[in-house]
C-alpha cells in the first residue's frame, strides 16, 4: 500500500490555483453537466488520477439511485447514462448517510462494501467518496475520485477534496436555480405567445363583426360611425401583430409600428392622395403605451384625413419623435386647414378645449392613460405634441 507525499508548497498553491480556475469556469457557465465534467477533470488533474465522477441522487417511486451526472476517464456507456441503486453496502450510501469522505484504499481488500462491476471492469483499484451538500445540507450527491492503482490519500489530499466538494454545492444550487428560472420563463414566453394570439384572433374576429354591421346597415351616419370604430380596432390589432410578429413581450419599436399603422389607414383613403413622413430613430415604446399611443395616433390622422384635407387636395402628414432623457417626445402633423376657428383662439399652442370634438375628446382620454397632457397647436396645419 502507498501513501501519498506531503505537498510541498509549490504543490499546495497549484492545488489552490485549479480551485481558482475552477471558480472562474462555474461562474462563467451556466451548464450544469459542462460544469461538472470540468471540475472531475481538475481534480483528477490536481491528484494525478485516471478517473473522477460526480454521482447525483436520484429519488424516483421512492427507490434512491445514484445517476453518474458527470465525469472523465470512463468508457462511453457510464457519464450521462448510467444509474446505480443505493445499496446499503455501497460506500456510496454510507459517504452520503454518514456525510463524511470514505476513503478505499484497494477495493479487493474491502470488506465494508461492495462496488459495481462497471467499477471493476475499468481497473478500479483505489477511491475516494466525498459528499456534496446544497446549501442547508441538503445532500446533492458525492464527487468521487478513482485510482488503476493503490491509493490512501493523507489529510491533505483529503481536505483538498472536502473544500472541492464544499465549493460545488452553492455552484450546483446556482446553477439548478437558473435552471428553473430558465424553464419558467420559457414556459411564460409560451403562454405569453399564445394569450397574444388569441387576443389577435379575438381582434380580428370583433373587427369582422363591425364590418359586417356597417355593410348591412341603410344609414349613412352609422356605417361612417362603425368604420370609424373599425379602424380604432384595426390600431389595437396592429400592435398586437408587432408584438406577436417581433416575440416582444413587453416593448417594441416605434417606428415600424407608426409606419405600418399610418400606411395602412392612409391607404383605406387613397382618394385623399395624402402622403405620410415618419422620422422615428431608435425609439422603443412599452407595449402597454403603444395600445393608447397607436389610437392617438389614428384618431389625429383619420380626423385630418376626414376635415383636413378636400377630396381632390394633396396633403401630408408627419410624425417625429425622440427620446428626451427618460421621456418620449412625439410629434404628429397635417398641413391641411387647420382646427376649426375657436378651437385654439389666435393660433395658439395650447390643450385643447373640451367638447372640441369625439376625436379630440378621444385622444385627451388616451394620453391621460399613459401619463401625458396633449399639446395642438393650428398654424399652417394641425401639430398634435405629446410627452410622457
Known amino acids: 500500500m502507498t501513501k501519498a507525499k506531503l505537498p510541498g508548497r509549490n504543490e499546495m498553491v497549484r492545488r489552490q490555483r485549479l480551485l481558482a480556475d475552477f471558480g472562474d469556469f462555474a461562474l462563467g457557465s451556466d451548464d450544469l453537466d459542462e460544469v461538472l465534467n470540468e471540475a472531475c477533470r481538475l481534480v483528477g488533474e490536481a491528484l494525478g488520477t485516471d478517473l473522477a465522477k460526480v454521482l447525483e441522487i436520484e429519488d424516483r417511486d421512492g427507490e434512491r439511485r445514484l445517476f453518474v451526472r458527470a465525469g472523465v476517464g470512463w468508457p462511453p456507456g457510464v457519464v450521462g447514462r448510467l444509474r446505480l441503486p443505493a445499496r446499503d453496502r455501497s460506500s456510496e450510501t454510507y459517504a452520503i448517510d454518514k456525510g463524511v469522505p470514505v476513503i478505499t484504499p484497494d477495493i479487493g481488500e474491502e470488506g465494508r462494501f461492495e462496488f459495481p462491476d462497471f467499477m471493476k471492469s475499468a481497473g478500479v483499484v483505489g477511491a475516494v467518496n466525498v459528499p456534496i451538500f446544497l446549501p442547508g445540507r441538503t445532500p446533492y450527491g458525492l464527487l468521487q475520485v478513482d485510482s488503476r492503482k493503490v491509493w490512501a490519500p493523507d489529510r491533505h489530499d483529503t481536505e483538498f477534496l472536502r473544500t472541492y466538494a464544499t465549493l460545488l454545492g452553492p455552484v450546483i444550487d446556482r ?160 398641413n391641411g386647414r387647420g382646427l376649426p376657428e375657436g378651437n385654439l383662439p389666435d393660433g395658439r399652442r395650447q390643450t385643447a378645449r373640451r367638447g372640441s370634438g369625439t376625436g379630440v375628446g378621444l385622444i385627451e382620454g388616451l394620453a391621460r392613460q399613459i401619463g401625458a397632457t396633449p399639446q395642438w397647436s393650428s398654424d399652417g396645419g394641425t401639430a398634435l405634441t405629446i410627452e410622457f
Open 175 to 334: 446553477l439548478h436555480k437558473v435552471h428553473a428560472l430558465s424553464n419558467a420563463e420559457r414556459r411564460n414566453e409560451t403562454l405569453l405567445r399564445e394569450l397574444q394570439h388569441r387576443i389577435k384572433n379575438n381582434i380580428t374576429a370583433i373587427t369582422s363583426l363591425v364590418e359586417s354591421r356597417r355593410r348591412l346597415s341603410r344609414s349613412d351616419e352609422v356605417r361612417a360611425e362603425l368604420g370609424v370604430v373599425g379602424e380604432r380596432i384595426g390600431a389595437l390589432r396592429l400592435v398586437h401583430e408587432q408584438i406577436y410578429a417581433t416575440g416582444a413581450t413587453d416593448r417594441l419599436p416605434l417606428g415600424p409600428y407608426v409606419t405600418e399603422l399610418l400606411a395602412g389607414l392612409l391607404g383605406l383613403h387613397r382618394e385623399r392622395r395624402v402622403g405620410l413622413d415618419v422620422r422615428i430613430g431608435d425609439v422603443e415604446v412599452t407595449s402597454d403605451g403603444a395600445v393608447p399611443l397607436g389610437l392617438i395616433l389614428n384618431e389625429f390622422a383619420t380626423n385630418s384625413l376626414k376635415h383636413a384635407f378636400g377630396p381632390g387636395d394633396g396633403g401630408r402628414i408627419s410624425v417625429e419623435a425622440e427620446r428626451r432623457g427618460e421621456r418620449l417626445w412625439l410629434r404628429i402633423a397635417d
